[in-house]
């Protein structure tokens, strides 16, 4: 069992940044991949980003690549997402989850542990 916890949305004008983070507890930590996922009004939920237990690979969605950069410290039990160029289109709830399967795919099936979720508004 893996308990995460988000942190660091907030309300940031178009072009901002926010770096938000999430804390494991539970079982190691350094075993899972890690990804972060949001979900819109009235949407459904979207792949952003993604990283192997060991940090040597990453996935994002096209339309983050270049503004988004996932990230982890496994001696601290964390995951990051730095997000930067914000626009008023990233606006959503930023969840991470976790999964020891195989490897790193963009689909929210494939994941096993969730966080509840921290809101990031971008305003226009």
């Known amino acids: 069992q893996v308990q995460l916890v988000e942190s660091g949305g907030g309300l940031v004008p178009t072009g901002g940044s926010l770096k938000l983070s999430c804390v494991a507890s539970?079982?190691?930590?350094?075993?899972?991949?890690m990804a972060w996922f949001r979900r819109a009004p009235r949407k459904e939920s979207e792949f952003v980003a993604a990283?192997?237990?060991?940090?040597?690979?990453?996935d994002y969605v096209d339309s983050v690549k270049g503004r988004f950069t996932i990230s982890r410290d496994n001696t601290k039990n964390t995951l990051y997402l730095q997000m930067n160029s914000l626009k008023p289109e990233d606006t959503a709830v930023y969840s991470c989850?976790?999964?020891?399967?195989?490897?790193?795919?963009?689909?929210?099936?494939?994941?096993?542990?969730w966080g509840q979720g921290t809101q990031v508004t971008v305003s226009s």
């Open positions: 989850a976790a999964t020891r399967r195989g490897d790193i795919v963009p689909a929210s099936k494939a994941y096993d542990y």
């Open positions: 990283i192997t237990w060991s940090g040597d690979r990453t």
């Open positions: 539970g079982r190691i930590f350094s075993s899972y991949h």
